[in-house]
């Protein structure tokens, strides 16, 4: 079992930064993949990026990786997404996610989800 608690969300303005960070309890933290999924007001829970336990990571596009950064410190059992640049379109509850060795960017492939944390980009 792991249980995974999300902070750092809130308000900021387009063209801003924001670190949200995942506190990972229970399970070897290091042995996990972990991903952040986000959820836009009726719309589908969408794949953000994804960091393996040996820390290479991967991201939903492009414009994504140029923005958005995945990391995780294994000594705090905590991973993070550093968000820069940020854009309206951005606004939508975030989702720390944690699955096997090897995760992608499928939700099933994720077992243990946390609570979500609001971010909202003002224009």
């Known amino acids: 079992q792991v249980h995974l608690v999300e902070s750092g969300g809130g308000l900021v303005q387009a063209g801003g930064s924001l670190r949200l960070s995942c506190a990972a309890s229970?399970?070897?933290?290091?042995?996990?993949?972990m991903g952040w999924f986000r959820q836009a007001p009726g719309k589908e829970r969408e794949f953000v990026a994804a960091?393996?336990?040996?820390?290479?990571?991967?991201y939903s596009a492009d414009s994504l990786k140029g923005r958005f950064t995945i990391s995780r410190d294994n000594a705090k059992n905590t991973v993070y997404l550093q968000m820069n640049s940020v854009k309206p379109e951005d606004t939508a509850v975030y989702f720390c996610?944690?699955?096997?060795?090897?995760?992608?960017?499928?939700?099933?492939?994720?077992?243990?989800w946390g609570q979500g944390t609001q971010v909202t980009v003002s224009s």
């Open positions: 996610a944690a699955g096997g060795l090897v995760v992608g960017r499928t939700t099933a492939e994720y077992p243990y």
């Open positions: 960091i393996y336990w040996s820390g290479g990571s991967i």
């Open positions: 229970g399970r070897t933290f290091s042995r996990n993949g």
